[in-house]
């Protein structure tokens, strides 16, 4: 740490007479520095600042100027937050004493710019007479012309939709006649065919689920049966055991006499 | 134009204006500036103000007590030490949030905040991107006509704020001035 300053020629020439700035605390030394650098309270660098702080004091010294106690205190302060964490950078000791500095750092930095905003409310208030003395008015409620008084040409309303879509970048919905092929009216209704499966498990009690698709004669009449399986299953009045190959579908016991499906 | 302002009550913006007659901006600027240039030559009952991009006709000040007592109106309140702070610190620091207001003043300023909000002198412009994401305010255009300012640019400069500026603060909290032994040293100094 000897004879820092020479590192810092450039920055600390820049006007001999910064040296005789008197600040009123080291906090609002170390403000300065941020400021100088353009740097944020939260990221203080504090090898950096450590520099250049103590190349602040040795500039006072060299002309014979006092340093205040406090000044020495903080310096170090700051070398000893330094050395902690060149040594380890977790280092916890070093990281909390740190957040001291930096909560330190912007109080002062609040103080300083409440004291300012004091100042400037005193100039400000005046300037608000005039407030106080104008009037205006609020708007009139105006009506809209019910008569659409544009031009427009056909082809606009296309552009106009076409302008919508590319926005969207959504297709128009498909026609339904798009569908045609996949959705057809149902020709074998669901419901008959679960009233048939219930009164063939009244009658003949237990039974295997393939039994129940033998003797269909259309694809309809299968997908029928499945989704009355399902139906039933869903209401609660069939029950399906077993394993996959080998499944059987029973009447529940204690299923309503005449459910409505 | 004064028949568009009338019309209007609030405040218009340029570009509507130089819609409405077909002229170029600066020819709008011009001719506004002249009109109420006029308005206050002549000593009329209203003026024309400018806030930023937009224009608006008021009573004229002068006239005040007279208008008042026509319609035996008392002058509004002035605004409080709190309130003229609070605003202060947004006028400045403006987009900010009410925890920095909250922070510089050291204590807690919403119930300020929401009259100065009602006044219609500071408005909610959007959200810091941070954890929490409070809200940001800044000052309205109400805020420039109420202090007589057509832009923020107006507003007087903040004291010490540049870097060769260093405010001392007394034990009371008050502004010192500096020492003249320093001016010497620093002639660019702006007096605080």
Same mark, same amino acid.
């Given at each position: 740490?000897?004879?820092?300053?020479?590192?810092?020629?450039g920055?600390?020439?820049?006007?001999?007479?910064?040296?005789?700035q008197?600040?009123?605390?080291?906090?609002?030394?170390?403000?300065?520095?941020?400021?100088?650098?353009?740097?944020e309270?939260?990221?203080?660098?504090?090898?950096?600042?450590l520099?250049?702080?103590?190349?602040?004091?040795?500039?006072?010294?060299?002309?014979?100027?006092?340093?205040?106690?406090d000044?020495?205190?903080?310096?170090?302060?700051?070398?000893?937050?330094?050395?902690?964490?060149?040594?380890?950078?977790?280092?916890?000791?070093?990281?909390?004493?740190?957040?001291?500095?930096?909560?330190?750092?912007?109080?002062?930095?609040?103080?300083?710019?409440?004291?300012?905003?004091?100042?400037?409310?005193?100039?400000?208030?005046?300037?608000?007479?005039?407030g106080?003395?104008?009037?205006?008015?609020?708007?009139?409620?105006?009506?809209?012309?019910?008569?659409?008084?544009?031009?427009?040409e056909?082809?606009?309303?296309?552009?106009?939709?076409?302008?919508?879509?590319?926005?969207?970048?959504?297709?128009?919905?498909?026609?339904?006649a798009?569908?045609?092929?996949?959705?057809?009216?149902?020709?074998?209704p669901?419901?008959?065919?679960?009233?048939?499966?219930?009164?063939?498990?009244?009658?003949?009690?237990?039974?295997?689920?393939?039994?129940?698709?033998?003797?269909?004669?259309?694809?309809?009449?299968?997908?029928?049966?499945?989704?009355?399986v399902?139906?039933?299953?869903?209401?609660?009045?069939i029950?399906?055991?077993?394993s996959?190959?080998?499944?059987?579908?029973?009447?529940?016991k204690?299923?309503?006499?005449?459910?409505?499906? | 134009?004064?028949?568009?302002?009338?019309?209007?009550?609030?405040?218009?913006?340029i570009?509507?204006?130089?819609?409405?007659?077909?002229?170029?901006?600066?020819?709008?600027e011009?001719? %506004?500036?002249?009109? #109420?240039?006029y308005?206050?030559?002549? =000593?009329?009952?209203?003026?024309? +103000? $400018?806030?930023? *991009? !937009?224009?608006?006709?008021?009573?004229?000040?002068d006239?005040?007590?007279?208008?008042?007592?026509?319609?035996?109106?008392?002058?509004?309140?002035?605004?409080?030490?709190?309130?003229?702070?609070? %605003?202060?610190?947004? #006028?400045?620091?403006?987009p900010?949030? =009410?925890?920095?207001?909250d922070? +510089? $003043?050291?204590? *807690? !300023?919403?119930?300020?905040?929401?009259?100065?909000?009602?006044?219609?002198?500071?408005?909610?412009?959007?959200?810091?991107q941070?954890?929490?994401?409070?809200?940001?305010y800044?000052t309205?255009?109400?805020?420039?006509?109420?202090?007589?300012?057509?832009?923020?640019e107006?507003?007087?400069?903040m004291?010490?704020?540049?870097?060769?500026?260093?405010?001392?603060?007394?034990?009371?909290?008050?502004?010192?001035?500096?020492?003249?032994?320093?001016?010497a040293?620093?002639?660019?100094?702006?007096?605080?």
């Amino acid at each position: 740490m000897d004879n820092p300053i020479f590192k810092l020629t450039g920055v600390v020439q820049e006007r001999s007479a910064e040296a005789l700035q008197d600040f009123e605390g080291p906090l609002d030394l170390i403000l300065y520095l941020l400021s100088k650098n353009k740097i944020e309270i939260q990221n203080i660098p504090i090898a950096l600042i450590l520099d250049q702080y103590l190349a602040y004091l040795e500039q006072r010294k060299q002309l014979d100027l006092e340093i205040a106690s406090d000044f020495i205190a903080m310096a170090a302060h700051l070398m000893y937050i330094k050395t902690r964490m060149l040594l380890s950078l977790e280092d916890e000791e070093a990281q909390s004493e740190m957040d001291e500095l930096i909560r330190s750092l912007e109080e002062r930095r609040s103080k300083d710019t409440y004291a300012r905003v004091r100042t400037l409310t005193e100039t400000l208030g005046p300037m608000s007479e005039f407030g106080r003395n104008t009037m205006t008015r609020p708007p009139e409620p105006m009506q809209r012309g019910k008569v659409y008084e544009y031009d427009q040409e056909k082809g606009d309303l296309i552009l106009a939709m076409q302008a919508v879509f590319d926005r969207t970048e959504k297709l128009a919905p498909p026609p339904t006649a798009a569908f045609r092929e996949i959705v057809r009216r149902e020709p074998y209704p669901v419901a008959d065919k679960a009233k048939e499966i219930l009164r063939r498990l009244k009658r003949g009690g237990i039974t295997r689920f393939l039994l129940l698709f033998r003797g269909s004669r259309s694809r309809s009449e299968l997908v029928a049966t499945f989704l009355a399986v399902l139906e039933l299953c869903r209401s609660k009045l069939i029950r399906l055991a077993g394993s996959d190959t080998d499944c059987t579908i029973d009447y529940e016991k204690d299923a309503p006499e005449t459910p409505a499906l | 134009m004064e028949g568009i302002l009338f019309a209007s009550g609030e405040p218009v913006g340029i570009d509507r204006i130089c819609l409405a007659l077909e002229l170029d901006r600066p020819t709008a600027e011009q001719l %506004l500036h002249r009109l #109420a240039d006029y308005y206050a030559y002549e =000593r009329r009952g209203i003026r024309l +103000v $400018r806030m930023e *991009d !937009s224009y608006q006709l008021c009573s004229s000040p002068d006239y005040a007590d007279v208008i008042r007592k026509a319609f035996e109106i008392r002058k509004s309140a002035k605004l409080s030490q709190p309130a003229l702070e609070v %605003l202060t610190i947004i #006028a400045y620091y403006q987009p900010t949030t =009410r925890a920095f207001v909250d922070q +510089v $003043r050291g204590v *807690d !300023s919403s119930y300020t905040m929401g009259l100065l909000l009602e006044r219609k002198l500071i408005e909610e412009c959007g959200h810091l991107q941070v954890p929490g994401r409070p809200r940001l305010y800044r000052t309205t255009k109400e805020f420039l006509r109420v202090f007589h300012i057509a832009s923020l640019e107006e507003l007087p400069e903040m004291p010490g704020l540049e870097q060769d500026g260093q405010l001392r603060i007394g034990a009371d909290g008050a502004i010192l001035p500096p020492e003249s032994g320093e001016d010497a040293a620093r002639p660019e100094e702006e007096p605080v």
